[in-house]
T-cell receptor, first 112, second 113 residues
Framework: NAGVMQNPRHLVRRRGQEARLRCSPM?????VYWYRQLPEEGLKFMVY????????ESGMPKERFSAEFPKEGPSILRIQQVVRGDSAAYFC??????????FGPGTRLTVL | KQEVTQIPAALSVPEGENLVLNCSFT??????LQWFRQDPGKGLTSLLL?????REQTSGRLNASLDKSSGRSTLYIAASQPGDSATYLC????????????FGKGTHLIIQP
């Protein structure tokens, strides 16, 4: 059973471009969470999704950020018109129902 | 709003020592608590999960305790080894389990050979 997979592992974008981060949960896990780790700061919760539903997006910035978890395929975190302050490590986690969360290796986004 | 604090922020001890990492949280109405380790530039590895109804969990040389009423958890590492060097993160899930995790800033642990 493969762990949580994230791609790409490293992503470089110029200011104003779009960033798409993908997360494939562990097999059998229907709950997906996205977290952001800014340099020198702790991990912050962004959004919690189940298949085709956003359960809690209280940690998502109001603009430019969106997330989805379609019926088929990976969960996508989308950042439009990236700015330098978006540079961070973005982690995805999955769990079976509301239990222990297992984290992926992260996507490190650098905005030039 | 839930806040999680970890003390100390950094710790360096000789190999073989037993050590305790501390975690405190402001809202005792938690659903569960998880301890993770994070190696530099890597993702998080789940170490232990304690449900709100439990007092402690053990895995190998690791033991985590939970005192929900006082808002505290400790992670005990026995017979520390250089391979234990990492950042240890405490995270709390609040509400009815429908919330994301709230993380502390971690304890950066170095075990000297």
């Amino acid at each position: 059973n493969a762990g949580v997979m994230q791609n790409p592992r490293h992503l470089v974008r110029r200011r104003g471009q779009e960033a798409r981060l993908r997360c494939s949960p562990m097999k059998g896990h229907s709950h997906v969470y996205w977290y952001r780790q800014l340099p020198e700061e702790g991990l912050k919760f962004m959004v919690y999704l189940q298949k085709e539903n956003i359960i809690d997006e209280s940690g998502m910035p109001k603009e430019r950020f969106s997330a989805e978890f379609p019926k088929e395929g990976p969960s996508i975190l989308r950042i439009q018109q990236v700015v330098r302050g978006d540079s961070a490590a973005y982690f995805c986690a999955s769990s079976p129902q509301d239990r222990e969360q297992f984290f992926g290796p992260g996507t490190r986004l650098t905005v030039l | 709003k839930q806040e999680v604090t970890q003390i100390p922020a950094a710790l360096s001890v000789p190999e073989g020592e037993n050590l305790v990492l501390n975690c405190s949280f402001t809202d005792s109405a938690i659903y569960n608590l998880q301890w993770f380790r994070q190696d530099p530039g890597k993702g998080l590895t789940s170490l232990l999960l304690i449900q709100s109804s439990q007092r402690e969990q053990t895995s190998g040389r690791l033991n985590a305790s939970l005192d929900k009423s006082s808002g505290r958890s400790t992670l005990y590492i026995a017979a520390s080894q250089p391979g234990d060097s990492a950042t240890y993160l405490c995270a709390v899930r609040s509400g009815g389990g429908a919330d994301g995790l709230t993380f502390g800033k971690g304890t950066h642990l170095i075990i000297q050979p």
